[in-house]
């Protein structure tokens, strides 16, 4: 897949996850509705983790983020946790509150990773049109 491709891509990732943020924090203070919150959390999430799967689906690229393995071995060990955790009666209560801060910054951080990673691909990009 050629920069300008992966860069379209990256750019859309990007863009779609302030989009749902920029959206949902609007919409939420509009509304005052708490439970626009709680929807918007979730679709930020599912919408990371299948960028996640997706970016991982394609390889390790040269302008992946130091950070990206690390975040998705805090992904893995949270979705393991979640396995346990429902398993055993009442640690899902836990496991959730939890997740309601944990998923915050993981939110951020990895909105912070692909900014980081398109910000590579930009001058990569700029670079091979000198």
Do not use: C
């Not at 130091?66 to 640690?91: C, D, H, N, P, W």
């Not at 998923?103 to 091979?128: C, D, H, S």
């Amino acid at each position: 897949m050629s920069i300008a491709k992966m860069l379209t891509r990256k750019k859309l990732d990007l863009y779609g996850q302030l989009a749902v943020v920029g959206g949902v924090l609007l919409t939420s203070f509009v509304m005052m509705e708490e439970d626009i919150l709680y929807a918007g959390y979730f679709l930020l999430g599912i919408w990371q983790i299948i960028s996640s799967v997706v970016t991982r689906m394609k390889g390790k690229q040269g302008w992946w983020h130091s950070q990206r393995m690390a975040y998705e071995k805090v992904l893995i060990a949270v979705t393991l946790l979640g396995i346990v955790s429902f398993s055993v009666s009442i640690l899902w209560i836990y496991y959730m509150v939890g997740l309601l801060f944990a998923g915050v910054m993981m939110g951020a951080w990895y909105l912070l990773i692909t900014w980081k990673e398109m910000r590579v691909m930009l001058l990569r990009n700029a670079l091979q049109f000198r």
